[in-house]
């Protein structure tokens, strides 16, 4: 097997043979019948996502381990990490390992069940957090992600526990009492439209005595989906004293701000716009870019949250919170980063599959394009740009926030060990 043409992050065109799921020889020219040209396209590893909501088992009429890593393939992605909460919850080693196997039966990419840190996410009592580590499914990560661990105690536990088996805890940041009912980001649109405000400090309160806990307690503490400026500043000062801190963005809150919920393509109050954490400022973009070009924001999550029409076509207070990216994530990267010369290709490709797989400690996923090297690779050509198109998508849902809008760039191909799972943009 071999794919011709290609420019590994953006260098010159090499052709890269692949044997037996590992690449073989990285070399211009190489050539032979049946080869895959990939037209002068960008070559990256496969990319790698430390948040996604795949929804099975219990919300199969949104997402299922299939539809989401067919969206993922589509979206360039190799491995995902599935967050816990679904139905029955990932809080035991039963549950893992039942997305774990699906993932092998049905998945497009590989599959790495993230594990809640309390029981049934409510907060009130540890996980068997060793259980599911030392489970087929192996888990690394563990969140509980939609709901925030907002007990210091338990959320000191969870630190100390993971240590034993180098696993991280992903924190939703969320002081809830500080949002109860929150609608939107608390601000001037907020004001205008009448909608209950998300604070800022919410994130930031709960980010800032997760660095001290996580300090104290000598173990690895990563932040979910950051949004604000605020954020930004306490991570770096976090970093700055060199504690084991990472921390991801979305896509979304890299370009989109909270002035669409009051204006938009799609009309205002559309729900379209709801998400947790929610939209923010242009300063906050302005900040999240520039946190993520400097490191001190390590990777862009997708926090991919696919919804069915029902659960987001209805008016704002009640509809459900999230958005689908898996699909859009590097259209999106190239827009905010890409074309602001803020990142360049190999910047890209550590935030987005070098460090999410060391964070979520798979060996074998996010490798250089060398050989020797498993063949985890996706193709992407960044000219020309296209209206995005929903119902395009493998995703089961439709709920994107870029819907009508031109983004730049397509994914090509991806390669998983070897193996097609997307080509000429379409699934195999
Ligand atoms: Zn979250």
């Known amino acids: 097997m071999i794919i011709k043409n290609v420019r590994i992050l953006g260098g010159e065109p090499v052709s890269i043979r692949i044997d037996d799921g590992v690449i073989a020889e990285v070399a211009p020219g190489l050539d032979a019948p049946g080869a895959f040209d990939g037209g002068g396209a960008i070559a990256l590893p496969g990319l790698v996502d430390l948040h996604t909501h795949l929804r099975e088992p219990g919300r199969e009429d949104a997402e299922t381990v299939q539809t989401g890593t067919q969206s993922a393939a589509r ?61 087929a499914a192996r888990v690394r990560v563990f969140s509980d992600d939609g709901k925030c661990v907002d007990d210091a105690v338990l959320m000191r536990r969870a630190l100390e526990y993971v240590k034993a088996f180098d696993g991280v805890v992903a924190q939703h940041a969320q002081e809830p009492r500080l949002t109860a009912g929150a609608q939107m980001n608390e601000g001037v649109v907020s004001g205008r439209l009448g ?9 930031e309160a709960i980010i800032a005595r997760d660095c001290l806990l996580a300090a104290h307690v000598g173990s690895r503490l990563h932040v979910c989906h950051v ?33 669409l919920v009051e204006e938009s393509p799609v009309g205002a109050y559309n729900p379209i716009y709801k998400v947790n954490p929610p939209l923010r400022t242009r300063a906050d973009v302005e900040a999240l870019r520039a946190a993520l070009a400097d490191g001190t924001i390590d990777i862009v ?39 602001t010369g803020l990142l360049d290709w190999a910047g890209v490709a550590q935030r987005m599959s ?27 050509d960044p000219s020309g740009r296209t209206q995005v198109e929903p119902s395009a998508f493998a995703s089961k849902s439709r709920n994107t926030p870029y819907e009508g809008m031109t983004l730049p760039g397509r994914v090509v191909a991806t390669f998983l060990r070897g193996r097609p799972t997307v080509l000429e943009g379409k699934l195999v």
């Open 75 to 135: 979206g360039g992605y190799t491995a995902v990490h599935a967050m816990a909460n679904t139905s029955p919850v990932a809080d035991t080693a039963g549950v893992v390992e039942q997305v774990w196997r699906l993932g092998r039966e049905h998945g497009h990419c590989d599959v790495h069940p993230v594990g809640a840190v309390t029981v049934g996410l409510e907060g009130r009592q540890l996980a068997e957090l060793g259980a599911m580590a030392d489970s």
């Open 195 to 203: 909608l209950t405000g998300w604070p800022a400090v919410a994130e």
């Open 227 to 259: 949004s604000t400026a605020g954020s930004v500043e306490i991570i770096r000062w976090a970093k700055s004293k060199g504690w084991n801190v990472t921390a991801e963005v979305t896509p979304h809150h890299l370009l989109l701000t909270d002035g």
């Open 301 to 339: 999550a997708t926090d991919h949250a696919p919804h069915p029409v029902e659960d987001k076509e209805t008016e704002w207070p009640a509809a459900a919170m999230g958005m689908v990216g898996l699909e859009t994530a590097l259209s999106v990267v190239q827009e905010a980063m890409i074309e």
């Open 354 to 380: 070098a460090l999410p797989a060391r964070i979520g400690r798979l060996p074998a996923q996010g490798r250089p394009l060398e050989a020797g090297e498993p063949a985890n690779i996706m193709v992407y």
